[in-house]
C-alpha cells in the first residue's frame, strides 16, 4: 500500500475533510487525494494542465483546492489565520525538501494544527541504500551524483532522522514509526490530547540525532525508527 492508498483509505474511513500536502510538485498524490479541503503547499508547482485537467474531471471537488506556492516554513508563518479559519488537520502528507531540519520543522508545524485524531504521514523515511540518504539541501546536482556510490537516481534524504528524533523527545506524546513500503512511509498521531500546542526544535536532541548514520540505520532499524512491516498500513487503517 503506498502513500495515496493508505491516505484515499482512511478518508474513506472516517468524516474527516482536511488534506494538507506539503511538497505536492507535480500534482501526482495531490491531486488523486479525495477529500473535501485540500491544501497544497510547494516553492515551485510544476502540474502539467493535462493532469490537473484529468483529476478535475475526476473528482470536481480539486476546483476548490487551494495553492500556496512558498516554502512550507514561510507558509506556516504567513497563513496561520487561514489554518485557523480551515479547521484542524485531519491528514497531513510530508515529501517537501528531504532533509532533517525541513521535515522535521514541517512535522513540527503540523502538530500545531492536527486534529486529535489526525494522522501525519512523510515519505522517504527508509532510504534502500546509501546514496539514496545522503544529505542535501536539494536535490542532488549532476556533479554530486557522480559522485556517489551506488547512485540510482532515487533521494530520500535523511528524513527518517525525524522519525527517531521524535521518538527521543516525545515518547509519552505521540505514537511514531515508518511502514516498511514506498520507501518507508513514517507516521505521526497524538497517544493523547497534548496539553500544548507549541512544539520547537530541541537542538541539543537536534544534533545528538544528527550524528546517527545510515549504517546505524540499516543495523537496527526496529530501534532507531521503530520500522513496521509493509502489512502494517492494516493496523494504521484499523485506527479509524
Request: charged share 25%; aromatic share 14%.
Amino acid at each position: 500500500m503506498d502513500r495515496i492508498e493508505l491516505i484515499q483509505n482512511i478518508f474513506q474511513k472516517t468524516d474527516f475533510e482536511n488534506y494538507l500536502e506539503i511538497g505536492c510538485r507535480k500534482g501526482k498524490s495531490f491531486l488523486p487525494i479525495r477529500a473535501k479541503n485540500k491544501v497544497a503547499v510547494d516553492p515551485v508547482f510544476k502540474i502539467a494542465i493535462s493532469r490537473r485537467l484529468k483529476w478535475l474531471m475526476k473528482w470536481p471537488a480539486n476546483f476548490q483546492a487551494d495553492y500556496f506556492q512558498l516554502e512550507s516554513d514561510v507558509f506556516f508563518e504567513t497563513q496561520k489565520d487561514y489554518l485557523q479559519n480551515l479547521g484542524p488537520l485531519d491528514v497531513v502528507l510530508i515529501d517537501g525538501l528531504h532533509n532533517f531540519r525541513a521535515s522535521l520543522h514541517d512535522v513540527l508545524h503540523s502538530l500545531t494544527y492536527l486534529n486529535d485524531e489526525g494522522l501525519i504521514i512523510l515519505h522517504d523515511c527508509y532510504p534502500p541504500h546509501e546514496a539514496a540518504a545522503v544529505y542535501a539541501d536539494v536535490f542532488p546536482t549532476e556533479e554530486q551524483q557522480q559522485q556517489l556510490k551506488g547512485w540510482t537516481g532515487e533521494w530520500c534524504g535523511d528524513v527518517w532522522k525525524t522519525i527517531s528524533y521524535l521518538m527521543g523527545k516525545y515518547p509519552d506524546l505521540l505514537d511514531v514509526g515508518v511502514i516498511n513500503t514506498d520507501y518507508g512511509l513514517g507516521y505521526v498521531r497524538f497517544k493523547t490530547t497534548p496539553l500544548s500546542r507549541k512544539f520547537e526544535v530541541d537542538e541539543d536532541l537536534f544534533v545528538k540525532v544528527d550524528q546517527l548514520t545510515y549504517k546505524e540505520l540499516k543495523s537496527d532499524p526496529e530501534k532507531i525508527i521503530n520500522l513496521e512491516p509493509a502489512s502494517f498500513s492494516d493496523t494504521v487503517l484499523s485506527w479509524y
